[in-house]
């Protein structure tokens, strides 16, 4: 079975812009959750998608959305890039929702957004 | 809050000793606890979580709610468990996220 895949891997913008992360879960997983990591910071959790619908939100502003198309693969934007939004994004999936118990989450390789 | 703190940032110790990685969790109902690995060049990986009461790489953890503690153990370390070592939190209630401690890194040494 093929591994959740983060496009793309790697990512340059300059402060002000706009960039759209791409995350294609495991086959048969319909929950997609996103994550920034920063060495400061550590993992953040910043959304989660079950079935198209929002399910929970971390505490990121609202330059942070997300959204999740039918066949589960889920894109997430940030739009008037900071400095401060240097990171490591990650996206993990798993078969049911967060909520639904214990539940294994399997993690992408990420992707690294640099903004200068 | 849900907040987990894992007070080591590195820890280091030789290849055939034990290894303790510290986790601590701040939460008013019973969470659920896990720790995940990520290896060098790796993804992040689910290691063990504490319903299961099991032992993954030889390595187990206990859950103590008195003092809402869920460490990681190992008897004798080996030079591939040498990670990041992440400890995080899922709440009972609702849909909570999962909450994640800033990680330790481990490194044996031969």
């Known amino acids: 079975k093929a591994g959740v895949t983060q496009t793309p891997r790697y990512l340059i913008k300059t402060r002000g812009q706009q960039v759209t992360l791409s995350c294609s879960p495991i086959?048969?997983?319909?929950?997609v959750s996103w994550y920034q990591q920063t060495p400061g910071q550590g993992l953040q959790f910043l959304f989660e998608y079950f079935s198209e619908t929002q399910r929970n939100k971390g505490n990121f502003p609202g330059r942070f959305s997300g959204r999740q198309f039918s066949n589960s693969r889920s894109e997430m934007n940030v739009s008037t890039l900071e400095l401060g939004d240097s990171a490591l994004y990650l996206c993990?999936?798993?078969?049911?929702?967060?909520?639904?118990?214990?539940?294994?989450?399997?993690f992408g390789p990420g992707t690294r957004l640099t903004v200068l | 809050a849900q907040r987990v703190t894992q007070p080591e940032k590195l820890l280091s110790v030789f290849k055939g000793a034990p290894v303790e990685l510290k986790c601590n969790y701040s939460?008013?109902?019973?969470?659920?606890l896990f720790w995940y690995v990520q290896y060098s060049r790796q993804r992040l990986q689910l290691l063990l979580r504490?319903?299961s009461r099991e032992s993954i790489k030889g390595f187990t953890a206990d859950l103590n709610k008195g003092e809402t503690s869920f460490h990681l153990k190992k008897p004798f370390a080996q030079e591939e468990d040498s990670a990041m070592y992440y400890c995080a939190l899922k709440g009972n209630s609702g849909n909570t996220p999962l909450v994640f401690g800033k990680g330790t890194r481990l490194s044996v040494i031969a």
């Open positions: 086959s048969g997983h319909r929950s």
């Open positions: 939460y008013s109902g019973s969470p659920e």
């Open positions: 504490h319903i």
């Open positions: 993990a999936s798993s078969f049911r929702p967060l909520a639904g118990g214990a539940n294994e989450q399997f």
